[in-house]
């Protein structure tokens, strides 16, 4: 089982709004049903609210059936019912975006990347980048 980590969790609320009872559910994890020790919120989540580094896959029944719906870091919902999933999930997903991104590749530095020269000779330093900073021609008049 992956270690949870403080930002990656999924926050719901009863009711939409944010209003009603809360409760937050950790991540990265899977949760095949809503069955907590405080309580059932299978098809009971009116509202939610994503951590920082995390992404959500929200079922529609349990054991991660049926329709799906993502979620990604920092979304909120105050009301599911804009996409007709009010009190209609049974079953999620809690991913750790930043492990997406090293799936990806975006947290490491590519092939083609030039080595680090030292800050004495930062000025003669190649930009990584061969087109930033250069103008390109506006249209022909």
């Not at 949760?31 to 509202?47: K, N, V």
């Not at 009190?87 to 999620?92: F, G, H, K, L, T």
């Amino acid at each position: 089982m992956a270690e949870r980590k403080a930002d990656c969790y999924i926050d719901v609320w009863r009711d939409a709004d944010f209003r009603g009872e809360r409760t937050r559910i950790s991540g990265p994890a899977e949760y095949p049903a809503l069955d907590f020790a405080e309580g059932r919120w299978g098809d009971d989540i009116g509202s939610l609210r994503v951590g920082p580094n995390a992404f959500v896959m929200a079922f529609r029944h349990r054991d991660f059936q049926d329709e799906l719906i993502t979620f990604g870091p920092n979304d909120e919902v105050a009301d599911l019912g804009q996409f007709k999933f009010d009190d209609d999930i049974e079953s999620v997903r809690v991913i750790d975006s930043l492990k997406i991104f090293e799936r990806v590749g975006y947290n490491s530095a590519p092939e083609h990347a030039a080595p680090e020269a030292d800050a004495g000779d930062a000025a003669s330093r190649e930009p990584a980048n061969p087109h930033k900073g250069r103008r390109r021609p506006g249209p022909r008049r």
